[in-house]
């Protein structure tokens, strides 16, 4: 399945930008798939298209559309919000379509999707409203704050919920706030909306009652009118036109006349309903969080019944299928219940345990969005819609090139390889731990190492391997892995930053009586064979390790929050304020190609060339240096609180008055040229020997705060950026 790269084109500024062409190709590849009676047949589904427009400035765009915030359908197609753009795929010819910033998105990250009754589909993202009419995005809203969500009424208005900014109404040629249109206060956010049978809108307005909108005016129904509490949760309108909600002392109905409650305490509800949904038959569920082993709750109008969870998580959301089964989300993944026992599906079939939005299309089938595509179940396997052919998501945790010259990529739902033609993720599935918290390593024998919440992993070309508490890593403190590095023996060390013990964050967990004062956090050796944890107990100064470097001679250097600790393989040896550094904060450590070692630290930088120590300070330098690189001239260059370079003899101070785009530089590289670039949080900056030039939106840029930077074989910069991953290739045609 192609991923949908793009190179971008002349990017305008501007409210209407013209949909770019369609999809240039397509390549499918097969799924597995079952079809059944009424199930809608996605077997064709298996390609995206790539999707070009004409080049600006050799930049090419890697968005993942993967992580899904929302669904619709319109006729046979299913239109997805995404962290990359919108998708639109179409389940007869098996194609998608993604729509981004260069064609006419005022931003690749939306949160909210919806389709009006006269097709136009609405899109929104963090600050904008736009509308696609079947041929263009139009942006027809800016400037809000907090944009949770849109729905379209059946009157054709759109109503938009933000976060702290009110509700507003357009409709379609006005904008309206809740205070523009009754007596009702702008500034309180909507906790759950509905619209009933007969149009009107209704919205929990948190703890002052639930509010209806009939198209004229509002009213607000509070305790005083029967609610049984101000403090509403989720609210939904049945088949019947009664409107149900949830509050803090049972559920209410309105049936149009007055409000009827039922106490949780006679029901049996220990906690707040979270979900309510309602089946072909007509029976109401309720999902709750609940204390005890009961989460779901039905009533058919007369009497409620309970449902055993049997270990069922509290649902996030529940839906019902056409057969009548319920769907529940939870933190374990996706559940479903046929009338008499649970069947879950976990990371193994797609589903994360994040929150999971679903659709029901046409026929009444159920769509779910996850972090890694579309699934789509058919009552025997699952389908998906996904596009593996580029990063597993939009945030970059770590990028890293290995010897063969393939780049990885590392995010929270998976690692992707790029070998320069195609890409492969790996995930749970694979072997891989799960959530990616660690920087990439290549040992001397070609492995690839890094961190998961899992445990340690290890890529041999073939397969992955964890390393967790079964082969003695003291999961309860390996919080986060910081540093990998190999010394001259071939040992593989990896530094761990320290965490509260878990003690203090898991109440109901039992511990050991001592664990308060054992230390946390530290080191891990792994020698090939076995594991051992170095801790304060055995001489390192501190848990929280930072960095790490081996040098020349076979020691290894730490780097941790209260100076460097040197280890000889034998003996442990600290340096700090005390006796030889500028400050006790080591962030970085950096082997120059003459062996000698840089300590960057809250105090400024220190070098070490084996026997003896010299200090450096200039104005600014004393902000913690977070990158350092040494250029084919042997001219050391460093990145913090803007750009200094050494040339052996003397330092230069390069600010923003030199021509830097701004001050906070978050990563540096130095191109096949020696010159650098620096991702800063105003663009990509390069220096060409002679002046600074810089890469922004405008430029062709995904976004401006550009996180990391690496340089690959042919030279290509790679920029992770904040809502993605771009590409710039500096000699491009």
């Not at 500034?187 to 009939?214: E, K, T």
């Not at 500028?582 to 220190?606: H, M, P, Q, Y």
Request: aromatic share 14%; net charge negative.
């Amino acid at each position: 399945m192609k991923r949908c790269i793009r190179t971008i084109g002349m990017l305008v500024l501007s409210a209407v930008l013209a949909a770019s062409a369609g999809c240039a190709s397509a390549a499918k590849t097969s799924v597995t798939t079952s079809a059944s009676k009424n199930s809608t047949d996605v077997s064709a589904v298996t390609a995206i298209s790539t999707v070009t427009s004409p080049a600006h400035a050799g930049w090419t765009l890697f968005p993942s559309g993967n992580q899904v915030n929302g669904l619709i359908s319109k006729g046979n197609e299913i239109w997805a919000a995404t962290t990359g753009g919108v998708e639109r795929w179409d389940l007869t010819t098996g194609t998608c379509r993604l729509y981004t910033i260069q064609d006419g998105l005022p931003g690749d990250y939306i949160y909210s999707i919806t389709q009006d009754n006269r097709g136009n589909i609405w899109a929104a993202t963090n600050f904008e409203v736009c509308c696609f009419d079947g041929t263009k995005w139009t942006t027809v809203r800016q400037g809000l704050s907090g944009i949770m969500r849109i729905i379209a009424d059946n009157s054709g208005n759109l109503w938009v919920f933000t976060l702290g900014g009110g509700v507003l109404r357009f409709d379609g040629k006005n904008w309206q706030t809740l205070s523009a249109i009754g007596d009702f206060p702008a500034s309180l956010m909507g906790n759950g909306w509905v619209i009933d049978l007969q149009g009107n809108f209704w919205v929990g307005i948190g703890g002052q009652g639930i509010a209806r909108y009939d198209g004229q005016s509002w009213r607000v129904f509070t305790t005083a009118d029967g609610l049984a509490s101000d403090n509403v949760g989720v609210v939904f309108a049945n088949s019947q036109g009664n409107i149900w909600c949830s509050t803090d002392q049972g559920v209410s109905r309105y049936d149009g006349t007055s409000w009827q409650n039922f106490n949780g305490k006679d029901v049996g509800f220990d906690s707040m309903i979270l979900s309510i949904s309602q089946d072909k038959a007509g029976n109401l569920w309720f999902g709750i969080n609940s204390y005890s082993n009961h989460v779901l709750y039905r009533y058919d109008g007369k009497n409620w019944q309970t449902f055993s969870s049997a270990g069922l998580p509290s649902p996030q959301f529940m839906a019902v299928d056409p057969e009548g089964n319920i769907w529940c989300a939870n933190s374990g993944g996706l559940s479903l219940y046929k009338g008499n026992s649970w069947q879950t599906f976990t990371a193994a079939d797609g589903f994360n345990g994040d929150s999971i939005p679903y659709y029901a299309d046409q026929n009444g089938e159920l769509w779910f969005g996850t972090a890694s595509g579309i699934r789509h179940y058919d009552g025997k396997a699952w389908q998906s819609l996904n596009t593996p052919a580029g990063p597993e998501d939009n945030q970059i945790r770590a990028m890293f090139m290995d010897k063969g010259g393939n780049l990885w990529f590392g995010t929270d739902y998976g690692i992707s390889c790029y070998n320069g033609k195609t890409w492969k993720t790996y995930t749970e599935a694979d072997g891989l731990g799960w959530g990616f918290i660690s920087p990439f390593f290549q040992d001397s024998q070609g492995n690839i190492w890094c961190a998961t919440n899992g445990g340690i992993d290890c890529f041999n070309s073939k397969s992955w391997r964890v390393y967790d508490a079964n082969d003695g890593i003291d999961m309860q403190y390996l919080t986060g892995v910081s540093a990998i590095t190999q010394d001259k023996k071939g040992n593989i060390w990896f530094g761990t930053e320290y965490s509260k013990p878990m003690a203090t964050l898991i109440p109901g967990v039992t511990y050991p009586p001592d664990i308060n004062e054992q230390p946390a956090g530290g080191v891990y050796r792994y020698d090939g064979k076995s594991w051992q944890e170095f801790t304060t107990k055995d001489g390192l100064v501190n848990s929280t390790v930072l960095t790490i470097a081996a040098d020349n001679r076979g020691n290894v250097w730490f780097g941790t929050e209260a100076g460097v600790s040197r280890f000889d393989g034998t003996n442990w040896e600290t340096f700090n304020t005390s006796n030889e550094l500028g400050g006790n904060d080591v962030a970085f450590i950096f082997k120059d190609k003459v062996g000698n070692l840089w300590f960057s630290t809250d105090g400024g930088l220190n070098q070490f060339d084996g026997t003896s120590w010299q200090s450096f300070s200039l104005a600014g330098m004393n902000d913690t240096m977070y990158r350092i690189a040494e250029d084919g001239n042997g001219i050391i260059w460093c990145a913090g609180n803007g750009v200094f370079r050494f040339n052996s003899q003397s330092w230069q101070s390069i600010t923003t008055e030199n021509g830097l785009p701004s001050m906070s530089i978050f990563g540096l590289v130095l191109g096949q040229d020696g010159n650098p670039w620096l991702g800063t949080q105003e663009g990509l900056a390069h220096f060409d020997g002679t002046s600074w030039q810089t890469f922004t939106i405008e430029k062709g840029l995904e976004f401006n705060d550009v996180l990391s930077v690496l340089i690959d074989r042919q030279g290509n910069i790679w920029c992770d950026t904040a809502y993605g991953l771009a590409r710039y290739t500096p000699n491009h045609s």
